[in-house]
């Protein structure tokens, strides 16, 4: 059963549905504490047997005066249980509690029995062992090691208050070691990823929107040995800033202290990155580049902060139905622009890891450390830079009705707006979309609720495509637009970009795929 599904259904912990979990059989997966209680592993759960606990306000026992003797059980996931152990006098358990509106947000919980008789005592010892090895199933990693970066202006000043308050005292009670420093400045996460000592962390996490994780991609990329750094280093984001696209991909939550939960429990996965030429300068890119209508609704709607993540439908809008058009030539080297070749392709791989993720089997595809035939420094650019001449195999076009140019590596852009429901963390390609600025409005409307469906792709309209590497000369002159690279504002200038398989790692909850459900692509 999905660990998800597990914590809808037992949102009443003391609900006793789960009693038909207990695999009465194995005496080895029961402990018997003291209070009269038991604790039993169950199939995705731990079960509580607790009796005479609660003292109920009944007519029948005087409004509570006497206390009534109700037998209890608790269904706790595995997956929320973040540690146990056992001291020679009590079991000790720290898991976290959905909390909030629609269970979104969780809070740590503790719950510790006594176990007094001393012939009990192994078991106890092997029994905590065994919850452990449920909670931690082989491929995560326990206690990581994490260096945690946060942007005090992240989120509107929130990041530190969201960090105290519900993000440390998860992973404080899963046992993380756990090493914290704020940002002073802009580019401040590069140099700390730059000069980071890569053997003494397995983590770097960041307390902010999509701009820190953007710089410790690049800083990981300017350490002594980038490629083993940007191989042993995962980056994860704990969604504190205005744009929290990575977490929303790699959790399925902007909550931070759900988000906080799946740092602990979530596997490593590769991730191609994008490496960026433009000017003299290179840099690489993990989630997105917009051209035209994303880029001016990312960027040009600061004044709008106020309406939240709605801010950036409402750009979109705005500007989709004034038929605002970015003239450029764009060269591609195209992998495939079959629409149902793609839409196949994704449905079938994202069908075999869910299954996969749902039986715990998943596991990182990539050894941690680089091979002998792997070089240790970062691979040359395949295709140049922007100032070269084009290489062989582009295709060139020339748009002069150009509305949207938008190429992704990750599903979701926004909470709710799954712009490449195609997209892979490492399949080796970007998803690239293109959309005329001068469609009518109507079909302009019916985009925009394509795109919180995640079916853009099926759309004549919209050209979806495959791509390895391509090329992008905004036609107009150099004030006219914005071009945003991974939600961050960069010259109005021709760039080009091509991907560089599984050259970063993340922290995934669905390991090699985002979460989208490719049935809903039909
Ligand atoms: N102490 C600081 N002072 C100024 N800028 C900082 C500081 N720390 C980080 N930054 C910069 O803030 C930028 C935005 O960061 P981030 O994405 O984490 O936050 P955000 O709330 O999503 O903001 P935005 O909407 O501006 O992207 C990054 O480019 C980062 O370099």
Known sequence: MDNNNLEHHNSNPFEDSAASDLPVSDSTAVLTVDRNATLTLGTDALILLDEGLRHKRTASNFGGLLPQLAKTTRAIPFHNILWAAFDDVEVAINYTKPTGRKAGSCRVEQISYAVTDKSLHNHAKRWVEQLLNRAYPSNVMRKKRIKVLINPFGGQGQAQKLWT?????VLVAANCQIDVEQTTYRGHAIEI??????????????????????????????HPSPRLALRKIAVFQIPCGSGNAMSLNTTGTASPSLAALELVKAIRAPLDLMAISQGSEVFYSFLSQAVGIVAESDLGTETLRWMGSFRFTWGFLVRLVGKTIYPAEVSMLVDTKDKNEIRNAYRATAEKIEADRLRNVLSESRAEVLSDQEDAQLPPLKYGTVNDDLPAGFSTEDMPNLGNFYVGNMCLMSADLPFFSTSLPSDG?????????????????????????????????????????????????????????????????PFQAEIVPQLGTILSKYGGYYGFDGRKLK
């Open 165 to 169: 308050t519900q993000v440390e005292p």
């Open 193 to 222: 990823a730059k000069n980071l000592d890569i053997e003494a962390y397995d983590v770097v996490a960041c307390a902010s929107g999509d701009g820190l994780p953007h710089e410790v991609f690049n800083g990981l990329a300017k």
């Open 429 to 493: 390609r970007m998803d690239l979309l293109t959309i005329a600025g001068d469609i009518p409005s109507i079909t302009a409307l019916r985009m925009l609720t394509s795109v919180e469906e995640g079916t853009l792709i099926n759309h004549p309209e919209v050209a979806y495509q495959k791509v390895l590497a391509y090329r992008i000369k905004p036609r107009v002159a150099p004030t006219a637009g914005l071009i945003s690279i991974d939600g961050e504002s960069v010259p109005f200038e």
